[in-house]
């Protein structure tokens, strides 16, 4: 069993800033892609941004320039820094892991979800 555990996140005025966290804990024998979506209120779950194993990157192209993702392998964690905060930002932030277990299942694991308000 996997799970994800997401923090961060919180009520910030617009311009301001973020970090938030996620950390793969369970029967891991190793993570593939981590990602970040978000879902805001009356819309539908979109990709903010996913990170491979090996570092590469790919940003949702509406949301390239205020969304940086990285992580850190040896933690199993994914951070996503989010820069110049607007109204507009304000969603619940999930964290997603496609998950090779100690079984040697794929498995693909989403977090509780984190919100985040951003306040005008």
């Known amino acids: 069993q996997v799970q994800l555990v997401e923090s961060g996140g919180g009520l910030v005025q617009a311009g301001g800033s973020l970090r938030l966290s996620c950390a793969a804990a369970?029967?891991?024998?190793?993570?593939?892609?981590m990602g970040w979506y978000r879902q805001a209120p009356g819309k539908q779950r979109e990709l903010v941004a996913v990170i491979s194993s090996g570092g590469s990157t790919n940003n949702a192209d509406s949301l390239k320039g205020r969304f940086t993702i990285s992580r850190d392998n040896a933690k199993n964690t994914v951070y996503l820094q989010i820069d110049s905060l607007k109204p507009e930002d304000t969603a619940v932030y999930y964290c997603n892991a496609v998950v090779l277990t100690t079984s040697l299942r794929d498995l693909e694991v989403w977090g509780q979800g984190t919100l985040v308000t951003v306040s005008s």
């Open positions: 369970g029967s891991i024998f190793s993570i593939n892609d």
